[in-house]
């Protein structure tokens, strides 16, 4: 198990994850003032998002029931646990985004399903972003 958001397992059976990304923002406002530098004072945090970046080949990878299972727990709209495979707890994220990009169609709109081990040009390339509740 690479991660698991609620049920959801992250693992080359399902949504395998080349890259993780977390950008974590803290809000602050400037107040101007005459004949000097601006002022800043701190707001409190502020957005906290991960970005799992990935790509599905057909031949290992769960492929598109695996993005609609993520995108039916978008639509719930409810915040999930994140685990990581090590034991860390990142805490609640709720699915914000799913991004899919396919490529090597077959005639028939089909993706190349082939099931060589070395016919990798039937790719999915998948970024699931959540952000922290």
């Known amino acids: 198990m690479m991660m ?3 049920q959801f397992v992250f693992d080359v059976p399902t949504v395998p994850y080349q890259q993780l990304q977390r950008h974590t923002a803290w809000r602050h406002v400037s107040q101007a003032r005459v004949g000097e530098r601006p002022v800043y004072q701190y707001l409190g945090p502020g957005e906290d998002t991960l970005t799992l970046n990935g790509v599905q080949l057909p031949e290992f990878t769960g ?7 993520l995108r039916i727990m978008a639509e719930q709209g409810k915040a999930w646990p994140l685990i990581e495979g090590t034991g ?3 805490g609640l994220w709720a699915i914000t985004g799913v991004e899919e990009t396919a490529s090597a169609f077959l005639r028939d709109a ?3 399903a082939s099931s ?3 016919s990798s040009n039937a790719s999915t390339t998948t970024a699931s972003t959540c952000s922290a509740i």
């Open 4 to 6: 698991a958001l609620g």
């Open 88 to 90: 860390y707890i990142y």
């Open 110 to 112: 089909r993706r190349n």
């Open 63 to 69: 492929g598109r029931p695996s993005l609609d299972l």
């Open 116 to 118: 060589s081990a070395s």
